[in-house]
Protein backbone atom coordinates (compact mmCIF):
# COMPACT_ATOMS: atom_id res chain seq x y z
CA UNK A 1 0.00 0.00 0.00
CA UNK A 2 2.79 2.32 1.10
CA UNK A 3 4.11 1.35 -2.39
CA UNK A 4 1.30 2.24 -4.44
CA UNK A 5 0.69 5.15 -2.66
CA UNK A 6 4.73 6.79 -3.58
CA UNK A 7 3.87 5.53 -6.81
CA UNK A 8 0.67 8.02 -6.88
CA UNK A 9 1.92 10.73 -5.45
CA UNK A 10 5.48 10.37 -8.05
CA UNK A 11 2.65 10.38 -10.83
CA UNK A 12 0.86 13.44 -9.40
CA UNK A 13 4.15 15.36 -9.13
CA UNK A 14 5.18 14.31 -12.81
CA UNK A 15 1.99 16.37 -14.09
CA UNK A 16 2.11 19.16 -11.59
CA UNK A 17 3.65 22.42 -12.46
CA UNK A 18 6.82 23.90 -10.52
CA UNK A 19 4.45 26.16 -8.09
CA UNK A 20 2.69 22.87 -7.12
CA UNK A 21 5.47 21.03 -7.01
CA UNK A 22 7.00 23.95 -4.40
CA UNK A 23 4.06 23.56 -2.21
CA UNK A 24 4.24 19.83 -1.68
CA UNK A 25 7.60 20.26 -0.61
CA UNK A 26 6.92 23.16 1.66
CA UNK A 27 4.58 20.67 2.93
CA UNK A 28 6.79 17.69 3.26
CA UNK A 29 9.79 20.02 4.77
CA UNK A 30 7.23 20.76 7.62
CA UNK A 31 7.49 24.43 6.71
CA UNK A 32 3.81 24.59 6.70
CA UNK A 33 0.81 22.96 8.20
CA UNK A 34 -2.13 20.55 6.63
CA UNK A 35 -4.44 23.07 6.76
CA UNK A 36 -2.18 26.20 5.18
CA UNK A 37 -1.12 22.95 2.66
CA UNK A 38 -5.07 22.43 1.69
CA UNK A 39 -6.16 26.02 1.74
CA UNK A 40 -2.66 27.41 -0.47
CA UNK A 41 -3.47 24.47 -2.55
CA UNK A 42 -6.80 25.60 -3.64
CA UNK A 43 -5.82 29.38 -4.77
CA UNK A 44 -3.00 27.83 -6.72
CA UNK A 45 -6.15 25.56 -8.28
CA UNK A 46 -5.09 21.72 -7.10
CA UNK A 47 -8.85 20.30 -6.26
CA UNK A 48 -9.72 19.78 -2.95
CA UNK A 49 -9.89 15.50 -3.39
CA UNK A 50 -6.54 15.99 -4.44
CA UNK A 51 -5.20 17.77 -1.86
CA UNK A 52 -6.81 15.47 0.95
CA UNK A 53 -4.70 12.81 -0.52
CA UNK A 54 -1.60 15.09 -1.12
CA UNK A 55 -2.12 16.15 2.85
CA UNK A 56 -2.56 12.02 4.18
CA UNK A 57 0.44 10.83 1.57
CA UNK A 58 3.14 13.44 2.19
CA UNK A 59 2.10 14.62 5.61
CA UNK A 60 2.52 13.47 9.27
CA UNK A 61 -1.07 12.36 9.28
CA UNK A 62 -2.53 15.69 11.13
CA UNK A 63 -6.06 15.72 10.70
CA UNK A 64 -7.57 18.97 8.59
CA UNK A 65 -8.60 19.94 5.09
CA UNK A 66 -11.34 17.33 4.43
CA UNK A 67 -14.47 18.49 2.50
CA UNK A 68 -17.79 19.27 4.78
CA UNK A 69 -19.55 15.36 4.88
CA UNK A 70 -23.06 16.66 4.53
CA UNK A 71 -24.09 13.17 4.67
CA UNK A 72 -23.74 13.96 8.64
CA UNK A 73 -26.18 16.79 8.44
CA UNK A 74 -29.73 16.28 9.74
CA UNK A 75 -32.38 15.55 6.42
CA UNK A 76 -34.62 17.92 4.82
CA UNK A 77 -37.93 18.00 3.76
CA UNK A 78 -38.04 19.10 -0.33
CA UNK A 79 -40.41 21.33 -0.69
CA UNK A 80 -42.29 24.84 1.35
CA UNK A 81 -40.61 27.95 1.97
CA UNK A 82 -37.72 28.72 3.90
CA UNK A 83 -37.99 32.22 5.62
CA UNK A 84 -34.79 34.42 6.78
CA UNK A 85 -34.41 37.64 8.23
CA UNK A 86 -31.32 40.15 6.39
CA UNK A 87 -30.43 43.94 7.10
CA UNK A 88 -32.86 46.31 4.87
CA UNK A 89 -30.18 46.97 1.94
CA UNK A 90 -29.30 50.73 1.89
CA UNK A 91 -29.90 52.06 -1.73
CA UNK A 92 -30.02 50.27 -5.29
CA UNK A 93 -29.71 46.45 -5.48
CA UNK A 94 -26.64 46.87 -8.11
CA UNK A 95 -24.31 44.65 -8.04
CA UNK A 96 -21.70 47.24 -9.24
CA UNK A 97 -21.90 49.54 -6.56
CA UNK A 98 -23.85 47.60 -3.54
CA UNK A 99 -21.43 47.46 -0.34
CA UNK A 100 -23.72 46.12 2.57
CA UNK A 101 -24.63 43.40 4.12
CA UNK A 102 -27.87 42.77 3.03
CA UNK A 103 -27.53 43.46 -0.30
CA UNK A 104 -24.48 40.98 -0.16
CA UNK A 105 -26.85 38.18 1.11
CA UNK A 106 -29.03 38.94 -1.99
CA UNK A 107 -26.73 39.15 -4.67
CA UNK A 108 -25.32 35.25 -4.31
CA UNK A 109 -29.06 34.17 -4.34
CA UNK A 110 -29.98 34.17 -8.17
CA UNK A 111 -26.07 35.30 -9.10
CA UNK A 112 -22.66 33.25 -8.90
CA UNK A 113 -18.96 33.76 -8.93
CA UNK A 114 -16.29 32.11 -10.90
CA UNK A 115 -14.47 30.96 -7.20
CA UNK A 116 -16.26 30.30 -3.33
CA UNK A 117 -14.84 31.13 -0.71
CA UNK A 118 -15.65 28.67 2.08
CA UNK A 119 -15.95 29.07 5.75
CA UNK A 120 -12.28 27.40 6.34
CA UNK A 121 -11.16 30.08 3.51
CA UNK A 122 -10.38 27.71 0.81
CA UNK A 123 -11.43 28.19 -2.54
CA UNK A 124 -14.44 26.14 -4.19
CA UNK A 125 -14.79 25.66 -8.20
CA UNK A 126 -18.33 27.40 -9.26
CA UNK A 127 -19.00 28.71 -12.47
CA UNK A 128 -14.68 28.44 -13.16
CA UNK A 129 -13.80 24.71 -12.93
CA UNK A 130 -10.34 25.18 -12.93
CA UNK A 131 -7.74 28.03 -12.68
CA UNK A 132 -4.34 28.13 -13.03
CA UNK A 133 -1.57 30.97 -12.63
CA UNK A 134 1.69 30.77 -14.75
CA UNK A 135 5.09 30.91 -12.53
CA UNK A 136 5.43 34.11 -10.99
CA UNK A 137 1.01 34.70 -10.55
CA UNK A 138 0.91 38.16 -13.07
CA UNK A 139 -1.03 35.49 -15.51
CA UNK A 140 -4.23 33.54 -14.40
CA UNK A 141 -6.17 31.22 -16.56
CA UNK A 142 -9.72 30.05 -15.78
CA UNK A 143 -11.54 27.81 -17.42
CA UNK A 144 -15.53 27.64 -17.32
CA UNK A 145 -17.85 25.00 -16.95
CA UNK A 146 -19.81 23.86 -19.98
CA UNK A 147 -23.50 24.12 -20.02
CA UNK A 148 -24.28 26.58 -17.43
CA UNK A 149 -26.99 29.14 -18.83
CA UNK A 150 -28.38 32.73 -17.35
CA UNK A 151 -31.99 32.61 -15.82
CA UNK A 152 -33.51 33.60 -19.46
CA UNK A 153 -31.42 31.14 -20.89
CA UNK A 154 -29.11 32.49 -22.32
CA UNK A 155 -25.82 30.32 -22.25
CA UNK A 156 -22.58 31.33 -20.20
CA UNK A 157 -19.37 31.98 -22.04
CA UNK A 158 -16.29 33.30 -21.28
CA UNK A 159 -17.38 36.98 -23.45
CA UNK A 160 -19.85 37.07 -20.01
CA UNK A 161 -17.35 36.91 -17.77
CA UNK A 162 -14.54 39.56 -19.63
CA UNK A 163 -17.50 42.03 -19.67
CA UNK A 164 -18.48 41.86 -16.04
CA UNK A 165 -15.02 41.88 -15.32
CA UNK A 166 -13.99 45.12 -17.00
CA UNK A 167 -17.42 46.73 -15.72
CA UNK A 168 -16.12 46.17 -12.38
CA UNK A 169 -12.44 47.65 -12.98
CA UNK A 170 -13.60 50.28 -14.74
CA UNK A 171 -12.05 53.33 -12.92
CA UNK A 172 -14.94 55.76 -14.29
CA UNK A 173 -17.38 53.30 -14.09
CA UNK A 174 -17.67 53.62 -9.89
CA UNK A 175 -17.84 50.17 -9.07
CA UNK A 176 -17.10 49.46 -5.36
CA UNK A 177 -14.87 46.64 -7.00
CA UNK A 178 -12.44 48.86 -7.28
CA UNK A 179 -10.96 48.19 -3.79
CA UNK A 180 -9.88 45.21 -4.83
CA UNK A 181 -8.97 45.55 -8.52
CA UNK A 182 -7.29 48.79 -8.14
CA UNK A 183 -3.50 48.22 -9.18
CA UNK A 184 -4.17 44.58 -9.63
CA UNK A 185 -6.33 44.70 -12.79
CA UNK A 186 -7.49 46.62 -15.28
CA UNK A 187 -9.70 47.30 -17.66
CA UNK A 188 -9.30 45.86 -20.94
CA UNK A 189 -6.98 43.61 -19.35
CA UNK A 190 -9.36 40.19 -19.29
CA UNK A 191 -9.72 38.24 -22.50
CA UNK A 192 -11.72 35.52 -23.74
CA UNK A 193 -9.18 33.05 -24.95
CA UNK A 194 -11.86 30.69 -26.72
CA UNK A 195 -15.91 30.22 -24.88
CA UNK A 196 -14.77 28.60 -21.62
CA UNK A 197 -11.44 30.14 -21.13
CA UNK A 198 -10.51 33.48 -19.53
CA UNK A 199 -6.81 34.67 -19.33
CA UNK A 200 -6.37 37.77 -16.90
CA UNK A 201 -2.96 39.83 -17.63
CA UNK A 202 -2.48 41.61 -14.52
CA UNK A 203 -1.13 44.99 -13.49
CA UNK A 204 1.48 43.16 -11.17
CA UNK A 205 1.94 39.55 -9.80
CA UNK A 206 -0.58 38.41 -7.09
CA UNK A 207 -0.42 35.62 -5.45
CA UNK A 208 -4.05 35.34 -4.30
CA UNK A 209 -5.90 36.54 -7.19
CA UNK A 210 -8.27 33.74 -7.45
CA UNK A 211 -10.41 35.46 -4.37
CA UNK A 212 -10.20 38.71 -6.04
CA UNK A 213 -12.61 37.18 -8.67
CA UNK A 214 -14.38 34.49 -5.43
CA UNK A 215 -17.55 35.67 -3.67
CA UNK A 216 -14.73 37.47 -1.18
CA UNK A 217 -15.40 39.60 -3.99
CA UNK A 218 -18.72 40.44 -3.09
CA UNK A 219 -19.82 42.29 -6.24
CA UNK A 220 -18.70 40.19 -8.66
CA UNK A 221 -21.28 37.87 -9.97
CA UNK A 222 -20.90 37.70 -13.48
CA UNK A 223 -23.60 39.19 -15.50
CA UNK A 224 -24.71 38.75 -19.31
CA UNK A 225 -21.97 40.90 -21.62
CA UNK A 226 -25.13 43.48 -22.46
CA UNK A 227 -26.38 43.44 -19.04
CA UNK A 228 -26.41 47.62 -18.86
CA UNK A 229 -28.34 48.20 -15.49
CA UNK A 230 -31.22 47.99 -13.64
CA UNK A 231 -30.91 44.79 -12.10
CA UNK A 232 -33.67 45.11 -9.88
CA UNK A 233 -36.16 44.35 -12.57
CA UNK A 234 -34.37 41.01 -12.78
CA UNK A 235 -31.93 39.72 -10.52
CA UNK A 236 -30.37 37.80 -13.59
CA UNK A 237 -27.73 35.45 -13.19
CA UNK A 238 -26.96 31.95 -13.41
CA UNK A 239 -27.89 30.70 -9.96
CA UNK A 240 -29.95 28.48 -7.79
CA UNK A 241 -32.78 30.95 -7.27
CA UNK A 242 -35.04 32.98 -9.72
CA UNK A 243 -36.86 36.20 -8.95
CA UNK A 244 -39.95 35.98 -8.18
CA UNK A 245 -41.46 39.08 -6.30
CA UNK A 246 -39.43 42.01 -5.08
CA UNK A 247 -40.84 45.01 -2.75
CA UNK A 248 -38.17 47.74 -1.71
CA UNK A 249 -37.74 48.06 2.33
CA UNK A 250 -40.10 45.20 2.56
CA UNK A 251 -38.15 41.78 1.08
CA UNK A 252 -37.28 39.51 -2.09
CA UNK A 253 -39.22 35.90 -3.32
CA UNK A 254 -37.28 33.70 -4.62
CA UNK A 255 -38.75 30.31 -6.50
CA UNK A 256 -36.00 27.55 -7.35
CA UNK A 257 -34.46 27.60 -11.02
CA UNK A 258 -35.73 24.51 -12.09
CA UNK A 259 -32.50 24.88 -14.97
CA UNK A 260 -29.98 25.60 -12.43
CA UNK A 261 -26.88 24.15 -13.55
CA UNK A 262 -25.96 21.97 -10.57
CA UNK A 263 -27.77 18.95 -10.55
CA UNK A 264 -26.16 18.23 -7.08
CA UNK A 265 -26.93 20.91 -5.45
CA UNK A 266 -30.41 21.60 -6.34
CA UNK A 267 -32.13 23.67 -3.70
CA UNK A 268 -34.27 21.56 -1.48
CA UNK A 269 -37.49 24.54 -1.07
CA UNK A 270 -39.60 25.36 -3.35
CA UNK A 271 -39.54 29.30 -2.16
CA UNK A 272 -36.89 31.44 -0.25
CA UNK A 273 -38.30 34.71 1.10
CA UNK A 274 -35.50 37.34 2.32
CA UNK A 275 -37.35 39.74 4.67
CA UNK A 276 -35.62 42.73 5.55
CA UNK A 277 -35.33 44.15 8.89
CA UNK A 278 -33.40 47.93 9.09
CA UNK A 279 -32.89 47.56 13.12
CA UNK A 280 -31.39 44.38 14.53
CA UNK A 281 -33.69 44.01 17.44
CA UNK A 282 -36.69 43.94 14.89
CA UNK A 283 -35.11 41.37 13.27
CA UNK A 284 -34.46 39.25 16.73
CA UNK A 285 -38.31 39.63 17.65
CA UNK A 286 -39.36 38.34 14.00
CA UNK A 287 -37.29 35.12 15.01
CA UNK A 288 -38.81 34.53 18.05
CA UNK A 289 -42.00 35.72 16.98
CA UNK A 290 -42.08 32.94 14.60
CA UNK A 291 -41.84 35.37 11.37
CA UNK A 292 -38.63 33.86 10.08
CA UNK A 293 -36.43 30.44 10.19
CA UNK A 294 -33.11 32.31 9.70
CA UNK A 295 -31.77 35.34 11.09
CA UNK A 296 -28.79 36.18 8.54
CA UNK A 297 -26.67 38.14 11.08
CA UNK A 298 -26.47 39.39 14.40
CA UNK A 299 -24.29 40.32 17.39
CA UNK A 300 -23.70 39.04 20.65
CA UNK A 301 -24.50 42.52 22.05
CA UNK A 302 -27.50 43.16 19.92
CA UNK A 303 -28.98 39.48 19.96
CA UNK A 304 -27.58 37.86 23.38
CA UNK A 305 -31.78 36.63 23.50
CA UNK A 306 -30.78 34.00 20.48
CA UNK A 307 -27.68 32.91 21.91
CA UNK A 308 -29.63 31.25 24.77
CA UNK A 309 -33.13 30.87 23.25
CA UNK A 310 -33.38 26.88 23.49
CA UNK A 311 -35.52 26.86 19.97
CA UNK A 312 -32.64 28.75 18.00
CA UNK A 313 -28.97 26.98 17.10
CA UNK A 314 -26.37 29.21 16.52
CA UNK A 315 -23.82 28.96 13.66
CA UNK A 316 -20.42 30.99 14.38
CA UNK A 317 -17.68 31.65 12.14
CA UNK A 318 -14.46 32.97 13.35
CA UNK A 319 -13.92 35.66 10.82
CA UNK A 320 -11.90 38.60 9.85
CA UNK A 321 -15.25 41.31 10.55
CA UNK A 322 -14.26 43.99 12.21
CA UNK A 323 -14.27 47.84 12.96
CA UNK A 324 -11.41 49.94 12.18
CA UNK A 325 -11.56 53.04 13.97
CA UNK A 326 -9.45 55.67 11.60
CA UNK A 327 -7.72 58.93 12.49
CA UNK A 328 -6.91 61.48 9.88
CA UNK A 329 -2.99 61.30 9.71
CA UNK A 330 -3.30 64.91 7.95
CA UNK A 331 -4.74 67.30 9.98
CA UNK A 332 -5.18 67.86 14.26
CA UNK A 333 -5.20 66.44 16.35
CA UNK A 334 -3.62 63.02 14.89
CA UNK A 335 -1.01 64.63 12.77
CA UNK A 336 1.43 63.22 15.27
CA UNK A 337 1.64 59.23 15.59
CA UNK A 338 1.86 59.74 19.31
CA UNK A 339 -1.37 60.93 19.61
CA UNK A 340 -2.53 57.93 17.34
CA UNK A 341 -0.25 55.71 19.42
CA UNK A 342 -1.92 57.01 22.98
CA UNK A 343 -5.37 56.64 21.56
CA UNK A 344 -4.61 53.04 20.53
CA UNK A 345 -3.05 52.52 24.11
CA UNK A 346 -6.25 53.87 26.15
CA UNK A 347 -8.53 50.53 24.52
CA UNK A 348 -9.42 47.98 26.90
CA UNK A 349 -9.48 45.28 24.08
CA UNK A 350 -9.84 42.28 26.61
CA UNK A 351 -13.14 44.53 27.97
CA UNK A 352 -14.51 44.58 24.08
CA UNK A 353 -14.15 40.96 23.66
CA UNK A 354 -15.21 39.70 27.14
CA UNK A 355 -18.14 42.18 27.17
CA UNK A 356 -19.44 43.56 23.92
CA UNK A 357 -18.84 40.27 22.39
CA UNK A 358 -19.54 37.54 25.20
CA UNK A 359 -15.97 36.41 24.17
CA UNK A 360 -17.24 35.26 20.33
CA UNK A 361 -14.35 37.67 19.04
CA UNK A 362 -10.60 37.69 18.92
CA UNK A 363 -8.62 41.04 20.17
CA UNK A 364 -7.09 42.91 16.66
CA UNK A 365 -3.77 43.94 17.26
CA UNK A 366 -3.85 47.10 15.18
CA UNK A 367 -3.00 45.70 11.55
CA UNK A 368 -5.96 43.80 9.27
CA UNK A 369 -4.06 40.57 10.00
CA UNK A 370 -6.33 38.49 11.46
CA UNK A 371 -5.75 35.54 13.54
CA UNK A 372 -7.54 33.14 11.02
CA UNK A 373 -4.95 34.50 8.52
CA UNK A 374 -2.23 31.65 7.53
CA UNK A 375 -0.06 34.30 6.99
CA UNK A 376 -0.58 36.30 10.30
CA UNK A 377 2.98 36.35 12.18
CA UNK A 378 1.53 35.52 16.06
CA UNK A 379 5.14 36.37 16.81
CA UNK A 380 4.24 40.15 17.08
CA UNK A 381 3.54 41.45 20.45
CA UNK A 382 -0.12 41.69 21.07
CA UNK A 383 -0.93 45.91 21.95
CA UNK A 384 -1.90 45.78 25.79
CA UNK A 385 -4.23 48.88 27.47
CA UNK A 386 -1.41 50.69 29.08
CA UNK A 387 -2.88 54.36 30.32
CA UNK A 388 0.09 55.48 32.14
CA UNK A 389 2.21 55.29 28.81
CA UNK A 390 -0.65 56.92 26.72
CA UNK A 391 -0.79 59.49 29.36
CA UNK A 392 3.17 60.09 28.75
CA UNK A 393 3.10 60.08 24.51
CA UNK A 394 0.51 62.88 25.00
CA UNK A 395 2.24 64.66 27.28
CA UNK A 396 5.28 64.22 24.49
CA UNK A 397 3.14 65.29 22.23
CA UNK A 398 1.98 68.48 23.44
CA UNK A 399 -1.00 67.52 24.70
CA UNK A 400 -1.22 66.50 28.52
CA UNK A 401 -4.77 68.39 29.05
CA UNK A 402 -5.99 65.88 26.40
CA UNK A 403 -8.33 67.23 23.61
CA UNK A 404 -11.79 67.22 21.66
CA UNK A 405 -12.53 65.25 18.67
CA UNK A 406 -15.74 64.66 17.15
CA UNK A 407 -16.55 60.90 16.26
CA UNK A 408 -18.53 59.64 13.50
CA UNK A 409 -19.70 56.41 13.16
CA UNK A 410 -22.88 54.55 11.74
CA UNK A 411 -26.12 52.83 13.44
CA UNK A 412 -25.36 49.21 12.45
CA UNK A 413 -25.27 46.50 14.68
CA UNK A 414 -22.87 46.48 17.28
CA UNK A 415 -21.22 49.67 15.96
CA UNK A 416 -22.59 52.84 17.98
CA UNK A 417 -21.97 50.58 20.93
CA UNK A 418 -17.74 50.16 20.33
CA UNK A 419 -18.15 54.03 19.76
CA UNK A 420 -19.20 54.54 23.13
CA UNK A 421 -17.11 52.49 24.59
CA UNK A 422 -14.08 54.00 23.22
CA UNK A 423 -15.50 57.54 24.07
CA UNK A 424 -15.44 55.75 27.74
CA UNK A 425 -11.84 54.60 26.97
CA UNK A 426 -10.47 58.31 25.84
CA UNK A 427 -11.84 60.29 29.00
CA UNK A 428 -8.66 58.42 31.10
CA UNK A 429 -6.33 60.73 29.30
CA UNK A 430 -8.90 63.43 28.72
CA UNK A 431 -9.81 62.91 25.60
CA UNK A 432 -13.03 63.92 25.14
CA UNK A 433 -14.76 62.42 22.35
CA UNK A 434 -18.36 63.71 21.25
CA UNK A 435 -20.38 61.10 18.79
CA UNK A 436 -22.05 61.63 15.67
CA UNK A 437 -24.08 58.51 15.00
CA UNK A 438 -25.75 58.42 11.23
CA UNK A 439 -27.92 56.15 9.37
CA UNK A 440 -25.69 54.27 6.72
CA UNK A 441 -27.15 56.28 4.18
CA UNK A 442 -25.84 59.41 5.70
CA UNK A 443 -22.86 58.13 7.11
CA UNK A 444 -21.47 56.58 4.13
CA UNK A 445 -22.91 59.23 1.46
CA UNK A 446 -21.55 59.29 -1.84
CA UNK A 447 -18.50 57.18 -0.58
CA UNK A 448 -15.94 59.60 -1.95
CA UNK A 449 -13.60 62.22 -0.73
CA UNK A 450 -14.94 65.65 0.45
CA UNK A 451 -18.81 63.45 -0.18
CA UNK A 452 -19.05 61.18 2.69
CA UNK A 453 -18.53 61.75 6.62
CA UNK A 454 -17.06 57.97 6.50
CA UNK A 455 -13.67 59.04 4.18
CA UNK A 456 -13.82 62.59 5.39
CA UNK A 457 -14.05 62.87 9.25
CA UNK A 458 -11.93 63.22 11.42
CA UNK A 459 -12.17 60.47 13.79
CA UNK A 460 -15.13 57.77 12.73
CA UNK A 461 -15.97 53.70 13.11
CA UNK A 462 -16.56 51.64 10.22
CA UNK A 463 -17.70 48.14 9.58
CA UNK A 464 -15.90 45.98 7.54
CA UNK A 465 -17.18 42.49 6.12
CA UNK A 466 -15.05 39.39 6.53
CA UNK A 467 -12.40 38.37 3.67
CA UNK A 468 -10.94 35.44 3.01
CA UNK A 469 -7.21 36.94 2.49
CA UNK A 470 -6.15 40.24 4.10
CA UNK A 471 -5.49 41.61 0.36
CA UNK A 472 -8.27 44.33 0.19
CA UNK A 473 -7.78 45.34 3.64
CA UNK A 474 -4.57 45.75 3.35
CA UNK A 475 -4.76 48.09 -0.10
CA UNK A 476 -8.58 49.86 0.11
CA UNK A 477 -8.12 51.84 3.61
CA UNK A 478 -4.27 51.72 3.82
CA UNK A 479 -2.21 52.21 0.56
CA UNK A 480 -1.81 55.48 -0.45
CA UNK A 481 -4.26 55.48 -3.43
CA UNK A 482 -6.67 53.11 -1.20
CA UNK A 483 -10.42 53.64 -2.61
CA UNK A 484 -11.26 53.38 1.15
CA UNK A 485 -8.18 55.56 2.85
CA UNK A 486 -10.17 57.20 5.28
CA UNK A 487 -7.21 57.61 7.51
CA UNK A 488 -5.95 59.48 4.21
CA UNK A 489 -2.52 58.04 5.03
CA UNK A 490 0.29 57.86 2.76
CA UNK A 491 3.37 55.91 3.60
CA UNK A 492 5.68 54.64 0.46
CA UNK A 493 7.70 52.21 2.64
CA UNK A 494 3.84 50.59 3.62
CA UNK A 495 2.44 50.88 0.18
CA UNK A 496 5.88 48.72 -1.47
CA UNK A 497 5.09 46.31 1.31
CA UNK A 498 1.68 45.65 0.22
CA UNK A 499 2.89 45.08 -3.53
CA UNK A 500 5.53 43.01 -2.04
CA UNK A 501 2.79 40.96 0.11
CA UNK A 502 0.45 40.70 -2.85
CA UNK A 503 3.20 39.17 -5.19
CA UNK A 504 4.28 36.14 -2.78
CA UNK A 505 2.66 33.14 -4.20
CA UNK A 506 3.73 30.92 -0.56
CA UNK A 507 2.44 31.00 2.75
CA UNK A 508 5.99 31.55 3.99
CA UNK A 509 6.82 35.09 1.82
CA UNK A 510 3.38 36.51 2.56
CA UNK A 511 4.10 35.45 6.43
CA UNK A 512 7.89 37.25 6.38
CA UNK A 513 6.31 40.22 4.84
CA UNK A 514 3.35 40.53 7.14
CA UNK A 515 5.21 40.78 10.07
CA UNK A 516 6.96 43.89 8.59
CA UNK A 517 3.44 45.44 7.93
CA UNK A 518 2.26 44.48 11.27
CA UNK A 519 5.72 46.27 13.15
CA UNK A 520 4.72 49.31 10.54
CA UNK A 521 1.29 49.62 11.51
CA UNK A 522 1.34 49.09 14.99
CA UNK A 523 3.91 52.29 15.10
CA UNK A 524 1.77 54.74 12.40
CA UNK A 525 -1.19 52.97 13.89
CA UNK A 526 -3.59 55.44 11.32
CA UNK A 527 -6.49 52.95 11.69
CA UNK A 528 -7.29 51.00 14.92
CA UNK A 529 -8.36 47.13 14.74
CA UNK A 530 -9.16 46.36 18.00
CA UNK A 531 -11.27 43.04 17.39
CA UNK A 532 -12.06 40.51 14.91
CA UNK A 533 -15.98 39.55 15.77
CA UNK A 534 -17.22 36.02 15.04
CA UNK A 535 -19.94 36.29 12.43
CA UNK A 536 -23.17 34.84 13.99
CA UNK A 537 -26.32 33.29 12.14
CA UNK A 538 -29.29 32.21 14.09
CA UNK A 539 -31.22 29.50 13.03
CA UNK A 540 -34.51 27.72 13.88
CA UNK A 541 -33.45 23.71 15.49
CA UNK A 542 -36.15 22.41 13.08
CA UNK A 543 -34.22 23.47 10.26
CA UNK A 544 -31.04 22.83 8.59
CA UNK A 545 -28.95 22.77 5.67
CA UNK A 546 -28.23 26.82 5.70
CA UNK A 547 -24.81 27.53 4.91
CA UNK A 548 -23.59 31.40 5.87
CA UNK A 549 -20.25 32.51 5.17
CA UNK A 550 -18.39 35.13 7.20
CA UNK A 551 -18.65 37.69 4.19
CA UNK A 552 -22.69 38.12 4.17
CA UNK A 553 -23.29 34.93 1.65
CA UNK A 554 -26.35 32.66 2.54
CA UNK A 555 -26.41 29.67 0.48
CA UNK A 556 -29.68 28.29 1.13
CA UNK A 557 -29.48 25.84 -1.26
CA UNK A 558 -29.62 22.90 0.87
CA UNK A 559 -31.74 24.69 3.84
CA UNK A 560 -35.24 23.03 4.75
CA UNK A 561 -37.59 21.82 7.17
CA UNK A 562 -37.00 18.99 9.76
CA UNK A 563 -40.00 18.81 11.32
Not at 192 to 208: K, R, S
Request: hydrophobic share 35%; aromatic share 8%.
Amino acid sequence: MMKETRLRVDAVRSRSSELENDLIDAYRGGTISRRDFVRRGTVIGVSLPLLGFLASACGSGEKGGEQTDRSQQPKVKKGGTIRSGIAAPTGALDPLTLNNYGGIAILGQSGEYLTWADTKLRLQPRLAESWNPNRDGSVWTFKLRRGIRFQDGRPLAAADVVATIDRLADPDGGSNSLSAFRGVLSKGNATAVDDATVEFQLDAPNGNFPYLVSSDNYNAIILPRDFDGDWEKTFIGTGPWKLEKFTPDIGVTFVKNPDYWDTTRQPNADRSELRFYSKEQAAVLAMQGGEVDVVAQFSASGGRALLTDPNVRTIALRSATHDEVHTRTDIEPFRDKRVRQALALLVDRRALVDGLFAEKADPGNDSPFAPGYASTDASVAQRQQDVEKAKQLLADAGKADGFSVKLSTLDELYVPDHAQLLQNDAKQAGIEITLEISDKASYYGDSVFGESRWLDSTLGITNYAHRAVPNVLLGAPLKSDGTWNAAHFHNEDYDKLVDDYAAALDVESQRTTANKIQTLLLDEVPVQYPFFASYLTAVKKTVAGVEPTATGHLDLRGAGSTA
